[in-house]
């Protein structure tokens, strides 16, 4: 088939503003209803940018089989970069340096780096619950990061985030914000609140990479900051000393809008809907009565799994992805032009009725052998598709599950208010709203209880 030489069309927008309102409101939902109404490849608009979407299978089939060849990532990501004071970083690479870099990331960020250490990340999780009071309501998405954020910067970068988190909140927003998704003015980098976050965000980054200089460096196994300071030293043209601030930074960004908000958006569900916190608690109990938790045991935990997936599911933190055209190609009938802005709408799938009945409908049969709905091809993308797919996928899924599995063992929690109806805020990726606030009500497992001496028990590993 020849290409339409016309353009794809184009979703009606308001003048100026173009789809900006509804983009920015719920990206996915408003790219799946353009794609049920216009098909599979579209014109948005957003104040004065243009921008192609593909959307539907075919689209994530295209990224995942053709992506390299036509598209680039460098426009979306360098910004971040930028504020960095770097060139590039792993994300805003492409080609064969991006491959070479990510090699050197893999091990540091695979799987087996949390499986070694599942009692740190139960003791983290656990170490922080215990400064929760009772009965008072806590920010739900903050109180995640807390955990979330210290598990990452002590497991793969050897160092606690603490005393910066939110810091590190403040500038990774802001500068996803104004310099990457684009939704915010420019000005707010300019505001003294984000120029000491800044500050402080590199104060970090130079202080991790000292620990990783120091001489002790030698005496323990070599960590994901390791590898890429010793890519540094040996290849400086590939990988300059102020091109490494991105990279050491990586652990203490990568979990923030993304683990996080998953963890919100699940534990959420758990609080809404009984038989299924009945159920992953179950489970709980019984993986922690058997000892420390091992990759293998963590293999059978099938419904948390299925939670798990049903969550990335219905509520993906990347509902889509940029990137720049490098040389025209055809889709869906219609030419697209090298330098072109396209979205890849890679969640757009998840809420097609055709692939996932009732797609509104929190249903984890979904994911049972005979039903198999996200192994339809094109179907299931939360961790995004192509070279860049999400190099933390295996970790995020452990640590998710491990995070989740400890504090419903461990604890009885509420909603506060009780009836508070989940509200997202869209930016920079989704989360649950501030609205969403958490109560401990008290300790399920006895010896996890402080005592009365104000001491913390430990959980239940027996
Ligand atoms: C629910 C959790 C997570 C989700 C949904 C998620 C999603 C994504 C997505 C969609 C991308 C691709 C972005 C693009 O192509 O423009 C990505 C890239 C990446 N993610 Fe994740 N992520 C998660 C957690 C993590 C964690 C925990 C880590 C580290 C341990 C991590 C490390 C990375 C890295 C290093 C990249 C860049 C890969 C590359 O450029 O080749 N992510 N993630």
Partial sequence: MTANKKQPPLAPGFPVLGNVLDLAKDTRAFLTAKYLELGPIYRVRALNQEFVVLAGTEANLFMTREGTNYFRSYEFWHGMDDELGAARSMISMDGPEHIRFRKVQQKGYGRTVIWQHIPEVIAITQNEMQQWPINEPLPGL???????????????????????????????RTALLTRVTKQRPDILRYTPSYRRARSRALELATNVHAVHQSET??????????????????????????????????????GLDTVASTCAFLLYILLTKPDILAMVQQEADALFRKGTPTPQDLRQMDITHRVIQETLRMYPIAPALQRTVTQDFEFAGYQVKAGDTVIIATTV??????????????????????????????AFAPFGLGAHTCLGAGWAEVQIMMTILTIVHSVDLVMDPPDYQLKIDPAPTPSPDKGFKIKLTGWRQPNATPDASGAQGQPNLK
């Fill in 349 to 378: 799938p998840h809420y097609l009725p055709e692939l996932y009945p009732d797609p509104e409908r929190f249903d984890i049969e979904r994911y049972t052998e005979t039903r198999k709905e996200h192994k339809q091809p094109g």
């Fill in 217 to 254: 460096a030698n005496e323990r196994e070599p960590d994901l900051i390791d590898q890429v300071m010793q890519l540094a030293q040996e290849d400086s043209d590939f990988l300059p000393e102020s091109d490494l601030m991105p990279a050491i930074l990586g652990p203490f960004i990568a």
């Fill in 142 to 172: 903050y109180s995640l990061q807390r955990i979330i954020t210290e598990q990452l910067g002590i497991l793969a970068a050897g160092y606690s985030p603490r005393e910066y988190l939110d810091d590190m909140i403040k500038f990774v």
